[in-house]
């Protein structure tokens, strides 16, 4: 009966509706290609390999002026190295000494690597290279990216390393924690964005553009209003008027100016008033004088005020066209398009361009992120050495960089930045400790992308679905309240572009008669389609639609990356000339389509078998152009149909599947088309809650909490895409037998009865897991602190009992059994405050400083001892606790079923069919009708039939089973069609009169427990300066008498309860007041006296009961110098 | 029903008729007692009957990944053959010398040598041939080479009350009598609505005649009487009852049922001599 291999093949037991066209072999070699976090690794490689060597270019020279000479560094080379750290005794650590992520992990590090460079130095007439290379820094090293010690590693080896096999990858490990990065939607750099204002009556057009270009991130506006055209740009202090700007560039005359705008009169009147009113600046030299009066350097001499106009221009005015004087033109004619944008919009030719449609978005990945620490950490690396080395040189005859360097700069930056997620003051947030409730919500939050909009402003449209996000974006997963629509998630079928050079596709447009912008006659400007190339207006094509197909056909051919995207926009204004965008960047969000000629898909049959056998990879069917990638933009030139019999002769694409558009938490709900659709909203947010199976490295992990399904179940119902990200391997729940009957009262407003017998037997059982963690410090004198089993003698001595379970080194032993109260660490340490040497006089004299289990109790799971990086000895303890259901604890179906657990009823109670089914679960029927979740009905019936005929059932959504199928299939088997079946009452025997609906229902449990939420308390600690109770299961609080419990008791009368509640058993408190002069007196205990601090001892004082928060505030108003006078008077 | 039926057919006198029997299952029509009184039976078969199951665990060694917690719940639940009268029952004080055992012992002993294995029930070694696992083929963990367990567990006697696993049924079903009245006239035999109708196949036309062939498998759906309402009646008869229940194995079927009622008419000498005791206490 043994079995071989741990799991049942899912898919061999699966029972599908028969598709016609089924492309679930290709969606599945695509997951399986590219990995759920693709897309931070993929960046990560991106900065890794290119990212920090065209930061090294930017900042390639260092030079340092000496009295005798120029030295000049020179970076010749930049490279990261393998995983590496420094131990705190100096050694080195790599993989070949455990500096692995599992080990990581555990003892606390920040998994890192050293960042490399090669210098050459150049003194006069001297040249020579450094001999080794020089560390700068070190940067943090993402899990399974190229550099990182598990690339490339199989599965056993994975193992072997202490990995989960199945661990996606795509995040840090910072002091032991894992950060992972989270995507930030941003507006598409370098695109041109046109849009209209309205400020209190004033019409604005603006047309912007963000301009990227290494770690150079620039806006620049044009502003119309009125009729006045002003242009924004970095660096200067004022708007400069377009005429200005243009003759600064080099498009000196107003005839010029206005042919590279248009060739329209209606537009280039609009113009008139721009080039007229500022007619008197007239050459290309007084242009620059203007913009040189209006930099930083406004009070500095004629010629610097010129060139910094020209620096300002050459290099801070849309550096992705390019950086230099040789630009200048094509930049010109770039700031002319955008002003002939502004134009045609305020004539009401063109529309505003959406900001919310995802062709104007890219998401801002690890690679970029960290790209902007590390340019900001170089540069300020370099300013220290170059004072340094200044400083120094006279007295040093050392020049070698790596004896200046301290590397520990940028190390720390990006340390810091990864641990907090604070980028620069305003973007915080950026990372996030990696969610490990169980395996879906890991996945999930890899692929979340956050809006840096504000969360506390409306802004409805950009919360909203747009049609754009098809694809790309899951429309089903966002959180509620303030971050909704706002905190994103990937769709399953999305895939991020990376970069492919833009020369090289310059080259190409070339080739196929591009007519670039200098040299295009006036018919070009009159009657062609423009050509953009990633922003940049590069020139123009007399026919478009064909320049773009010849251009299409180098991707269909393999010969350019798939994610390039060529489409041409026709607008919908007749005057208006199409407008051709060719897009290599990186950061677009793509989806995959099937290629459809003449209403027929070039995805064949043969095509599919040949993926399913693994005989043809989803990479070739990319190359072959059968299935293209395509982006926000091109999606305007492409007609899709969502299923094959919907094809006609003007489609151009196919749906690759009709279920991929939706994330991988919505992707796991079964028949989700059929519900409500907030309910999958609701359960895309709880299924992150499931206690399931994290990770399958247990054994090498210390978290510090996480939870543990004792009996998880592969769903009999599931989604196709539950197999394909691996959830059938860390399953979240449990398969139950649900019938939909109330129980009495023990189930309504969404209780549910559980059977005890059920739960008696394992059913949503699971383990808690806390990890207490203390070092030994070492402190400076010699002294440190010791792991023991604390003498009675030391200070803060807890009683012999609390340290029962501790052996002589201070740690318990396993399986201990550990109740509230008790150490699980024991340690010593040299008393703490100077203040307590009246006590102990001796350097022996020790305290306690062991760790104590609160709140909680369990059983000792596992012991490590270890080093962490500061040298010290750290002991890490991982206690266990066995979570039986109890009442109150929460459940959950994957349809926003959430339910907390009403009654254990006996079994004997429970309601029986005629087969003698008995429920595990009851919940009660009015749980649907206003919710709408059908989907959850037909999981029972299919998952009634699942486990009669002992087969798993696809319940994918929009490819699956209808009802009649289903009704069929239990009929089949000998059930009622509709999944209800007769059942009796199990207190008396009787039949209920109703048919109950019965079937097999997935249900999780989630992670709020009543064990970890439940508190009481009668006596217990006060706050120190109200006296008040403490606030807080964690402090053992008291529960608050609020407002509104107040008021129930002011509507009743009940004066007395007011007053006992509220003073007698909170801060009361006896003070003594003067009647002279109503100040509050004090106890003299030496005289045995009430003493009067005005009068003395003579003065008459009355007890007063009074709230000790009131004292406070009368000690507060006598330390302003307020004088509170209570006048005392006997009560009548 | 009419009251005027109902105090008629109490008159007669209870009866027990076997329908089925096997090793593990029995059926049963109870005659002319109440369906509640019959539920008695069946709740009393839950969760009253008692049984012997692993109560406490000893664990000595354990090198598996499975937690000793979840080692003992799984030990604890495998049922074991119990041998009627042999073991104290809960309620016995076992004080007096002589009395019964309070537990049976038995001890798991393993380890994986060379390659990985399952340990079964049937490595759990009883020191009383009477008490053994019921299946040996349940599984309790897999072990890695030089991965073993050493556990000591006592068995106890309980009932299903206190915990499921001294439930001795997996199935414990008591339902009133199917009563299917087919209307002579006006079925015209060959549209077969009501026979397809019935998932259960309960329906057949034999040689021209709208026949019941199994009533015992009917569950009173109802499903024949909505396709064909002018022929079918589907009914309960309140005053029989089939109980059929399935036994997991620690006791046979039948011994199981004389126990339930041994355990019923326990119940009610205690609550009639608690009765007296009131009463005594009145006067």
């Known amino acids: ?1132 | 029903m009419t009251k005027k039926s109902t105090s008629k057919k109490s008159t007669r006198s209870f009866k027990i008729e076997f329908i089925e029997e096997s090793d593990n299952r029995i059926m049963v029509l109870l005659r002319n007692i109440p369906v509640t009184m019959a539920n008695s039976i069946r709740r009393v078969i839950i969760s009253h009957v008692p049984t012997l199951a692993i109560e406490r665990v000893f664990i000595f060694r354990n090198d598996s990944l499975m937690n000793d917690d979840m080692l003992a719940h799984r030990l604890g639940l495998i049922p074991l053959t119990t041998p009627l009268g042999k073991y104290a029952l809960p309620e016995e004080a076992p004080d007096e010398e002589g009395s019964k055992p309070e537990y049976a012992e038995l001890t798991l002993t393993i380890e994986a040598k060379d390659k990985p294995i399952t340990v079964l029930s049937s490595d759990i070694k009883s020191k009383d041939p009477d008490v053994k696992p019921v299946s040996g083929d349940i599984e309790i963990v897999r072990l890695a080479p030089g991965q073993g367990i050493e556990a000591e567990m006592w068995a106890y006697m309980g009932r299903g009350k206190d915990h499921a696993k001294w439930s001795p049924v997996s199935v414990s079903v008591v339902r009133g009598l199917p009563v299917i009245r087919i209307k002579k006239t006006g079925c015209n035999k060959k549209c077969k609505k009501c026979v397809e109708a019935c998932p259960k196949g309960v329906l057949a036309v034999k040689k021209g005649q709208l026949i019941v062939k199994d009533l015992y498998k009917c569950t009173t759906c109802g499903l024949c009487m909505e396709a064909c309402p002018d022929i079918i009646k589907v009914s309960i008869d309140e005053t029989s009852s089939i109980l059929y229940l399935e036994s997991i194995g620690q006791l046979r079927p039948i011994e199981i049922l004389s126990l339930a009622f041994d355990e019923v008419i326990k119940k009610l000498d205690d609550f009639y001599s608690s009765l007296n005791e009131v009463s005594l206490e009145n006067v």
Not at chain 1, 257 to 283: C, F, G, M, W
Not at chain 1, 307 to 326: E, W
Not at chain 1, 804 to 829: M, Q, S, W
Not at chain 1, 879 to 894: F, N, Q, T, W, Y
């Open chain 1, 1 to 1132: 009966m043994s079995f071989k291999s741990g799991r049942i093949d899912v898919n061999k037991f699966l029972v599908s509706r028969p598709l016609k066209y089924d492309t679930w072999p290709i969606v599945r070699a695509m997951i399986k290609e590219f990995g759920l976090s693709k897309q931070h690794i993929d960046s990560y490689n991106e900065f890794i390999e290119k990212g920090i060597k065209e930061i090294m270019e930017e900042n390639k020279y260092l030079r340092i002026l000496t009295p005798n000479e120029e030295v000049v560094y020179e970076f010749i080379d930049i490279w990261v190295d393998k995983p590496q750290t420094t131990e705190f005794d100096g050694s080195i650590l790599d993989e070949s000494h455990g500096y692995i992520p599992s080990i990581c992990r555990l003892r606390g590090y920040t998994y890192m690597a050293p960042i490399k460079v090669r210098v050459k130095i150049r003194r006069g007439e001297i040249e020579e290279e450094e001999p080794n290379p020089i560390e700068i820094g070190k940067i943090p090293v993402m899990v399974k990216s190229k550099i990182c010690v598990l690339h490339g590693k199989s599965r056993e080896e994975l193992i072997e390393l202490g990995e989960d096999p199945d661990d996606p990858g795509g995040y840090f490990i910072i002091n032991g924690s894992e950060r992972a990065i989270v995507a930030l939607e941003d507006l598409a750099s370098n695109n041109i964005i046109t849009q209209k204002e309205v400020t209190s009556g004033t019409e604005t057009y603006t047309s912007m553009i963000l301009s990227v270009k290494g770690s150079l991130r620039n806006h620049v506006t044009v502003n119309m209003k009125k009729n006045n055209i002003t242009v924004k740009i970095p660096f200067l202090l004022t708007e400069i008027p377009f005429s200005i700007v243009m003759k600064a560039l080099g498009v000196v005359t107003d005839g010029d100016i206005a042919a590279a705008v248009s060739r329209d009169p209606e537009i280039i009147e609009e113009l008139s008033h721009t080039l007229e009113k500022y007619s008197n600046i007239q050459t290309q030299d007084e242009a620059l004088i203007y913009i040189g009066n209006r930099t930083q350097a406004f009070q500095q001499p004629l010629e610097r005020r010129v060139n910094r106009a020209r620096h300002i221009l050459d290099k801070y005015l849309f550096p992705h066209v390019g950086i230099g004087p040789q630009y200048r033109r094509r930049k010109a004619y770039l700031l002319a398009e955008m002003v002939r944008r502004v134009i045609e919009l305020k004539l009401g030719r063109r529309k505003p361009d959406d900001r919310d449609h995802y062709a104007n978005k890219r998401l801002r990945l690890a690679g970029p992120l960290l790209g902007q620490i590390f340019s900001k950490s170089l540069k300020s690396l370099l300013k220290d050495l170059h004072y340094n080395i200044t400083k120094n040189y006279l007295y040093s005859t050392k020049i070698s960089l790596s004896y200046f360097v301290r590397s520990s700069k940028i190390t720390r930056r990006f340390a810091y930045a990864l641990a907090t997620g604070t980028w620069t003051q305003r973007t915080t947030g950026v990372t996030q400790m990696l969610d490990r409730t169980n395996y879906l919500s890991t996945l999930s939050h890899l692929r979340r992308i956050q809006s840096p909009l504000s969360r506390s402003r409306p802004q409805f449209e950009a919360r909203e679905v747009h049609a754009s996000h098809l694809g790309r974006v899951c429309p089903v997963e966002s959180p509620e309240g303030q971050n909704i629509g706002l905190v994103k998630n990937l769709a399953l079928s999305a895939v991020v572009s990376n970069e492919y050079p833009t020369e090289l596709m310059l080259d190409i447009l070339n080739k196929e008669g591009l007519i670039p912008v200098e040299e295009a006659p006036d018919e070009a400007w009159e009657g062609f389609a423009r050509v953009f190339l990633n922003g940049d207006f590069v020139g123009f094509t007399p026919e478009p639609k064909e320049f773009v197909d010849r251009i299409r056909s180098y991707r269909r051919s393999g010969k350019i990356p798939a994610s390039v995207s060529i489409s041409v926009r026709h607008l919908d204004d007749d005057r208006l000339l199409p407008e051709v965008y060719v897009e290599t960047s990186n950061a677009r969000v793509l989806r995959p389509l099937i290629r459809v000629v003449d209403g027929k898909p070039l995805l064949t049959e043969e095509h599919i078998k040949r993926v399913a056998e693994g005989k043809l990879t989803f990479q070739d069917l990319l190359k072959m152009g059968i299935i293209e990638l395509i982006d926000a933009n091109e999606e305007y030139n492409i007609l899709t149909a969502f299923f094959v019999d919907e094809l006609t002769k003007e489609h151009t694409h196919l749906e690759l599947a009709p279920y991929i558009f939706l994330g991988i938490t919505a992707s796991i709900i079964p028949f989700a088309e059929h519900n409500q659709s907030p309910r999958n909203s609701y359960e895309a947010a709880m299924a992150k809650q499931a206690l399931g199976v994290p990770y399958l490295n247990l054994l090498f992990r210390m978290d510090t909490r996480s939870h543990l399904l004792e009996y998880p179940q592969i769903p009999i119902v599931q989604t196709r895409v539950t197999e394909l990200i691996g959830l059938n391997d860390m399953p979240i729940g449990q398969n139950l037998v649900v019938a939909i009957l109330s129980y009495e009262s023990y189930n309504m407003e969404d209780a549910v009865v559980i059977n005890r017998a059920a739960a008696d037997r394992g059913l949503l059982r699971s383990f808690f897991y806390k990890t207490y963690e203390s070092s030994a410090r070492i402190y400076t004198g010699g002294t440190s602190d010791k792991f023991e089993v604390p003498e009675p003698t030391v200070k803060n001595y807890i009683g012999e009992d609390a340290y029962r379970n501790l052996d002589e080194d201070g740690l318990p032993h396993l399986e201990a059994r550990l109740t509230r109260g008790d150490v699980v660490i024991g340690k010593t340490g040299p008393p703490r405050f100077s203040g307590e040497y009246r006590e102990s006089q001796f350097m022996e004299a020790r305290r306690d400083y062991s760790t104590t289990l609160e709140q909680f109790s369990g059983t000792v799971d596992r012991v490590v001892f270890t080093i962490n990086n500061e040298g010290e000895l750290t002991a890490i303890v991982k206690v266990r606790e066995h979570r039986i259901p109890e009442l109150g604890d929460k459940v959950a179906s994957r349809h926003g079923q959430k339910g907390v657990i009403g009654l254990l009823a006996d079994p004997e109670d429970m309601p029986y069919t005629a087969d003698g089914i008995v429920p595990d679960l009851l919940i009660n029927p009015h749980a649907f009708p206003s919710r709408m979740t059908v989907g959850q009905f037909l999981e029972s019936i299919a998952g009634k039939y699942g486990a009669l005929a002992g087969r798993f059932v696809d319940g994918s959504p929009f490819i699956s089973y209808d009802y009649d199928d289903l009704a069929k299939l239990l009929r089949e088997l000998g059930f009622e069609p509709m999944g209800t079946e007769i059942m009796y009452d199990g207190r008396t025997g009787r039949r209920f009169k109703a048919s109950i609906f019965i079937g097999i229902v997935y249900y999780q449990k989630l992670h709020h427990m009543v064990a970890d939420k439940m508190h009481a308390r009668a006596h217990g600690p006060v706050q120190i300066l109200t006296r008040q109770p403490t606030e807080g299961r964690s402090r053992d609080g008291g529960l608050r008498i609020g407002d509104m419990e107040k008021d129930v008791f002011v509507a009743y009368g009940a004066s007395s309860i007011i007053k006992e509640r509220l003073l007698d058993a909170s801060d009361k408190t006896t003070i003594f007041i003067c009647e002279k002069c109503g100040l509050e007196g004090y106890y003299d205990s030496r005289e045995k006296k009430l003493v009067c601090p005005v009068h003395g001892p003579e003065s008459p004082l009355t007890p007063v009961n009074v709230s000790y928060a009131f004292k406070v505030l009368l000690d507060e108003m006598k330390s302003m110098g307020i004088y509170p006078r209570l006048s005392v008077k006997e009560v009548v």
